[in-house]
């Protein structure tokens, strides 16, 4: 079964760094998000991407994130300068269809910030 | 800003015994509900899901309940095994946007 492929499983980083979270998304989707969840919270939406452009974002994704689709395989989500309230998990997601709702998510990077 | 209540952060159930998650939500414009289920280490995997003109969708072991005059739904889960034990998440959207998460349920079936 087709997969969405996140690295690095864990990341580790001192506070005011820049990271870059890398996902391989399913070939033939097209729409492309960045949810996290830091623990014992709920799983937030930051950022969807289609057509080589963000379609939608929410408040928590500010100037210090952005997302990228560089070589048409990968998707990446960087934070310019990493907070320690940004330690959280971060799942990459693609769905074929909007209106698809079935999300194949990552396995998620876990970003700890010190 | 909770627009997605899962009130019950854990549940136990014995195998064969039916289990039951519920979930609220606030919004009357979501119009696609859904669970997800979410083992440690790994992402969440959909699991079913139910569109706002339906009150009821069935798949195997497992039913969605969707009554919207409550802003309620549920899932059932009969019977009940021990490979179920995982993190439950309840998520809604609206027309085809963002996914809002619930904080989940950890249900443990036991033996």
């Known amino acids: 079964e087709p997969e969405v492929t996140q690295t690095p499983s864990h990341q580790v980083t001192q506070m005011g760094q820049e990271v870059i979270l890398r996902c391989v998304p399913i070939?033939?989707?097209?729409?492309f998000y960045w949810y996290r969840q830091i623990l014992g919270q709920k799983v937030e939406f930051l950022v969807s991407?289609?057509?080589?452009?963000?379609?939608?974002k929410s408040e928590i994704f500010d100037d210090q994130f952005s997302v990228e689709r560089p070589d048409g395989s990968n998707f990446t989500l960087k934070i310019r300068s990493t907070k320690l309230e940004d330690s959280a998990m971060y799942f990459c997601a693609s769905i074929l269809n909007r209106g698809d709702y079935g999300y194949t998510f990552g396995s998620g990077t876990r970003l700890t910030v010190v | 800003d909770q627009q997605v209540k899962q009130n019950s952060p854990s549940l136990s159930v014995q195998e064969g015994r039916i289990s039951i998650l519920n979930c609220d939500y606030t919004?009357?414009?979501?119009?696609?509900f859904l669970w997800y289920k979410k083992y440690p280490a790994e992402g969440p995997t959909f699991l079913i899901s139910?569109?706002?003109?339906?009150d009821k969708n069935e798949d195997g072991r497992f039913t969605v309940f969707l009554n919207k005059s409550a802003k309620h739904l549920s899932l059932h889960i009969v019977p009940s095994q021990p490979g179920d034990s995982a993190v439950y998440f309840c998520?809604?959207?609206?027309?085809?946007?963002?996914?809002?998460f619930g904080k989940g349920t950890s249900l443990l079936v036991t033996p």
């Open positions: 991407f289609y057509n080589n452009e963000i379609s939608e």
């Open positions: 070939s033939n989707h097209l729409y």
């Open positions: 919004n009357s414009m979501f119009d696609y």
């Open positions: 998520a809604t959207s609206n027309s085809g946007y963002a996914l809002n």
């Open positions: 139910i569109s706002s003109i339906k």
